[in-house]
Structure formats: C-alpha cells, structure tokens
C-alpha cells in the first residue's frame, strides 16, 4: 500500500538563494548605538547581580591583583652572650673530666668511689631538668627521681651480671611512681597529661648515667667510657667555644646557637678520640675510637642544641624563663646523659 500524502508534504521548502540576514538599516538613519564594548565569549565573567553605584566619597574598589599581600613579621635574632658560652663551655668540660678520672678508680671490688661521682652527677641532672620543665608536683618528681638515682646506682653495683634490666625496671617504677603521685593531686591532675614528657625525661635521664657503672664492670668498658666521655666533653666545650666566637650561621633566630659550633664539636670529638685509640691496648684501634668517639660526640652536641631549642620554646610560649643556674647546665648534663647509653650500645655492638 503507498501512503496517501507525499512525504514533503507539509514541510516548508528552502529557497535556492542565500540565507536572509537582517534587515538593513533604512537609509538616513544611522545605526543604533551599541551598548557596549565587543566581549569575547572566553573573556565573559558571569555577574551575580546589578552593579552598586559608589557613593560619593567612598574609594573605588581595587582588584585583585592590586589588594597587597601582608608582609611578613621578621623576628630578631636573639643575641648570643659570648661570657655566658664560655661558661657553659668551661662547665662542660669541668664534668667530662671528673666522669673520665672517675672512671679510672673503677676497678673490680671497687666501684663505690665512681659510683658516688655519678651518683652527684645524676643529683644535678635532677635539679637542672626538674627546675627548666617545671613538671606538676615538682618536688615529687625530683624525690622520686633522687631515690630511682640512687637505687640505679645501687643496683648496677650489686648485680651479680652487669646488665641493664634493673636500671630498666626502675626507670619504668620511678615514671609510674612520679606519675600516680601528681594523680593524687587535684592541683596538679589537670596538667599530668602536658608533663608527661617531662617527667620521663627526667627520671629516664638519671637512670642513663647508672649505664656508666655497668659499663665500667665490662671488659674493655672503662676504656670505651674514656673514649666516649673524653669525645663528648671535647664536642661540648669545642661547641660552646665556637658560639662565643662565630655563632654563624644562626640555626634559628630564637636560638643563641651556631652550626658552625656544632659541626666543628663534632669533628675535633672524633679526632681526640681516634687519638686515643692509637694509645689504648685491644680491641680498641684508632678507626673504632674513632666511630664509637663520634657517636658519643654527635649524641651530645645534639642533645644540647635539642636543649636550647626546647628553651626558646617555652619562652615563645609565654612561659616565665626558670632558673639561671639550671637552665643552662641543662644542656652539658643533658648530652653527658645520653651519651652515656650510647657509649654502652657501641661497646656491646661494635668491640
């Protein structure tokens, strides 16, 4: 069957001519004038609204571009004391040696002498650390880290094995014990969980000093606790020395610390303990005074600077500045406390 209608029936043809435009203006009237200037489509910016009229008086709006960004603030660099560096330098230097002749009167049946030296040592340590934290219950913090201390000392004597399982069970009781009693406290409950750092840096800190007595019942130990002191006390000394002269360049202007000091305590540590490796007997050689001098070395001029650090914290912080005397023996105790585990480590791995 074919449909009825044809199939272009109904649809409306195109002329063969071009496609009508607009119509052309009458002639004598000009055309209408444009609204405004010719926007490319990629240039159009969509407007959420009609434009405000500025009032008079009121400064026109600025772009983008032209809206300057605020400068930043430059903080100056805090002034390096150099009669305050020379002084931490001597003290440093004072408490490398008498840990270093202490350790000469060690010998077996007769350690008490070395333990009464470290054992004073380690009462500083308390004093400094818990005056600079100022942790709650400051008192019981630094009577409970006294007794730990001293049981330290007691029990790396006494041990029929030289380990350091003892000192590590204490230092663990001593935390829990400082702890639980600034719990006791309504006072002090508030700010247990902001001290808890503090309180095991202290307490840990007087159990790494019993290391040195440990280590000193250990074949070759006195020896690598001579190396490893001597290296630390040299780096100490040698860093302060160098601040007091060239504190350059500065590692942050809140800081009154140099690399220049750091790097160079470093370096002469290890080459005074390479030193003494060649005048020592086996095991020790120059190359493994050397590597164990400049661990220790590194460890403690590092702690120190971590020190300065955490100070020009707390006082960024708003905190009032603690005691003189012990805000600035913090450091030298604090790397002479963390190079003492370290001298332990790398006598039991590296000898």
Not at 31 to 36: E, F, H, L, S, V
Not at 219 to 225: D, E, K, L, M, Y
């Amino acid at each position: 069957m074919f449909p009825s209608t044809s199939p272009d029936a109904g649809r409306e043809t195109w002329p063969d001519g071009p496609r009508p435009g607009p119509a052309a203006p009458t002639r004598g009237q000009p055309p209408a004038p444009r609204t405004g200037p010719a926007v490319a489509d990629g240039d159009r910016r969509e407007r959420g609204g009609p434009r405000r009229a500025r009032r008079a008086g009121e400064p026109a709006r600025r772009s983008e571009d032209d809206v300057d960004e605020p400068e930043e603030e430059v903080v100056p660099p805090v002034e390096v004391h150099r009669p305050l560096a020379v002084t931490i330098a001597g003290f440093a230097a004072l408490l490398g040696v008498g840990l270093v002749l202490g350790a000469q009167t060690s010998g077996p049946g007769h350690r008490l002498p070395f333990a009464f030296i470290v054992f004073g040592v380690q009462l500083l340590f308390v004093l400094a650390w818990a005056m600079a934290m100022r942790p709650p219950a400051l008192l019981l913090v630094a009577g409970v880290s006294a007794v730990v201390a001293a049981l330290a000392d007691v029990a790396a004597v006494q041990t029929d094995v030289a380990g350091l399982a003892p000192l590590g069970y204490l230092a663990a009781g001593g935390f829990l014990a400082a702890v639980l009693g600034q719990l006791v406290r309504r006072v002090d409950r508030v700010r247990v969980t902001d001290s808890l750092g503090a309180t095991l840096l202290i307490v840990v800190g007087v159990v790494a000093f019993g290391t040195l007595i440990v280590l000193s019942r250990i074949p070759a130990g006195t020896q690598a606790i001579t190396v490893c002191l001597t290296a630390s006390g040299v780096a100490l000394t040698v860093a302060r020395l160098t601040d007091a002269v060239l504190p350059w360049p500065r590692l942050a202007p809140q800081v009154p610390r140099g690399a220049a000091g750091v790097v160079a305590g470093a370096m002469v540590g290890t080459l005074i303990s390479a030193l003494l490796g060649g005048y020592l007997v086996a095991p020790f050689t120059p190359t493994r005074a050397a590597v164990i001098g400049l661990v220790a070395a590194v460890t403690a001029v590092l702690t120190d600077l971590a020190v300065g650090y955490a100070e020009a914290g707390r006082l960024m912080a708003g905190e009032p500045p603690t005691m003189w005397v012990a805000r600035h023996m913090q450091g030298p105790l604090g790397g002479f406390a963390l190079a003492a585990p370290a001298a332990y480590a790398m006598c039991m791995l590296f000898l």
